[in-house]
């Protein structure tokens, strides 16, 4: 073993009765291996008095510990199920100035006006507007139009929108012996939070240019439904966009899944999986689209769209319906 420094052994050759110290310079090799063996017993005891911490103390020490994970778990679970938090800098709307369309003057940002939750398509220089992201489970229209006005520089959020200018009706409700509601033609049917059906052009077009007229922009929005194909391809082939209705992935038109009477006692057949997107592009092969659905620029058959969009409408005798905004 290997000997202690000599000062470390002075205590050790205190003289008995006394407490000066020894001349332990002088010590025998007996009188060190016995201190030796002292200052061994010695450090181990105060060793194990240092080890042997109470039993309490150690749990206080590990629950403290503990505490500290769950706090840092706990914080990173909630930044992770955040619905609503803003979305990386990657997909996020540039903090760019966009023109405002109604006064001339520039707004710092489009989030002022549509919401965090949006993301900017640089491609098409349309935000895109996921439904579901401002908690509206039936409003695909509302989130449409608001990407088609965004595109011609107007801004407002989806809530707003259904606030303000979309045109609402009650969900089918008794009256007497009948089952009874509005026109979905001309009136959004319940509320797209919770429970509703939808509303087709004509309704839409009217919310939308409330909307204008209340701004002063000299935009108005046309209900062209009836639109040939050909027409509509000329009008996305002259850099413009168009509202259009389809069905929710692209799925046959189910009609009559929902029934009732509107006022005038005439039974309304309801065409289920209604849904609206904004027409973007296409190619000879295909359609490229905005869907509020998923808040994605998606790509489909150009066939399939056409056969949806030549179907869906309010009733079978009004398909192809289709919404687009014409400078004044």
């Not at 979305?87 to 002022?112: F, H, M, Q, W």
């Not at 939070?193 to 087709?200: C, D, E």
């Amino acid at each position: 073993m290997k000997k202690p420094a000599p000062e470390k052994l002075k205590k050790f050759f205190i003289t008995p009765g006394n407490n000066k110290e020894a001349d332990y310079t002088k010590a025998t090799a007996d009188d060190f291996a016995r201190v030796f063996l002292d200052y061994e017993n010695t450090e181990k005891s105060e060793t194990a008095i240092q080890r042997d911490i109470p039993l309490h103390e150690k749990f206080q020490s590990f629950s403290f510990i503990f505490i500290i994970l769950i706090i840092i778990a706990g914080s990173f679970f909630v930044y992770l199920l955040q619905p609503f938090r803003e979305v990386k800098p990657e997909t996020a709307i540039p903090r760019r100035v966009l023109p405002n369309a109604i006064t001339g003057n520039d707004y710092s940002s489009i989030y002022d006006f549509i919401g965090l939750n949006t993301e900017f398509n640089d491609q098409y220089k349309i935000p895109l507007i996921n439904q579901h992201a401002f908690g509206l489970p039936f409003g695909c229209e509302a989130a449409a139009a608001v990407m088609l006005l965004a595109s011609h520089g107007v801004y407002i959020s989806p809530g707003d929108f259904i606030k303000t200018y979309l045109p609402r009706a009650q969900l089918p409700h008794r009256r007497g012996n009948l089952t009874i509601a509005q026109y979905p033609g001309d009136y959004y049917i319940g509320d797209p939070y919770t429970v509703g059906y939808g509303i087709f052009a004509n309704g839409l077009t009217n919310g939308i240019n409330h909307l204008l007229d209340d701004r002063g922009v000299r935009l108005t929005a046309v209900n062209v439904s009836g639109f040939t194909s050909e027409k509509l391809f000329e009008h996305i082939d002259n850099g413009r966009y168009a509202l259009v209705w389809g069905t929710i992935n692209f799925a046959p038109i189910s009609w009559g899944a929902s029934s009732w009477y509107l006022p005038n006692e005439t039974l309304y057949l309801w065409p289920a999986n209604q849904h609206v997107f904004i027409l973007l592009d296409h190619t000879t092969t295909t359609v490229t689209l905005a869907d509020p659905f998923s808040g994605r620029v998606i790509e489909r058959s150009k066939t399939l769209f056409l056969s949806r969009w030549n179907e869906m409408g309010p009733v079978r005798s009004e398909p192809r319906q289709t919404i687009i905004l014409m400078e004044n």
